[in-house]
């Protein structure tokens, strides 16, 4: 079975994002920095994902100078599925778009893939063999 897993969104201040979110009740889950992309993930939310609930993933890319917009700061959903190769496949069987072949993670082993909804939206597929 699929789980929806995080929503990932750009941020420019990483100490202000999170003292927001701490106002709703959100604590920070979990963090990586990656040195090599240049940017830091931040995983936040009421519980992590393995006890049911979705994530917000905030991420600052070091190096951003302009403003983010709310079209160009918003990133994608997430998804966790068992088989990432074939969900894709699924996917472009049944008309949709692939953007992003399955794969292994920049810098790192998980293995993702990228397809777009109707109307532009990114979802993240993410293997999760137990989803």
Known sequence: MSSYLHTMVRIRDIDRSL???RLLGMKELRRSEVREGRYTLIYIG???NAH???EIELTYNWDQTEDYTIGSGFGHFAV???NVAATVEEIRQGGGKV???AGPLKFGTII???VE???GYKIE???KPDA
């Open 52 to 54: 049911g609930q979705a």
């Open 117 to 119: 909804d109707p109307d």
């Open 46 to 48: 009421f519980t992590d």
């Open 80 to 82: 966790g599925v068992p």
């Open 112 to 114: 993702i893939a990228f």
């Open 19 to 21: 003292a927001f979110y």
């Open 125 to 127: 597929l993410i293997e």
């Open 99 to 101: 953007t992003r072949e």
